[in-house]
């Protein structure tokens, strides 16, 4: 499930990330076409720490 804020462009899929939306958001469940993926989920999935 990917996650952004309705103001913005970036794209968060793990729960544990700081910037995780939890309110006003748009929400997928396919990876975005479109948009920016956000580098601390990026970081959180290489390091194997992302909660999906």
């Known amino acids: 499930m990917y996650r952004k804020r309705k103001e913005s462009d970036t794209w968060h899929w793990c729960r544990n990330c700081n910037n995780w939306p939890t309110s006003?958001?748009?929400?997928?469940?396919?990876?975005?076409?479109?948009?920016e993926f956000c580098n601390e989920c990026q970081a959180?999935?290489?390091e194997?720490?992302?909660r999906k």
């Open 48 to 50: 194997r720490n992302c």
């Open 24 to 35: 006003g958001y748009e929400e997928k469940n396919s990876k975005p076409t479109t948009g």
């Open 44 to 46: 959180k999935t290489k």
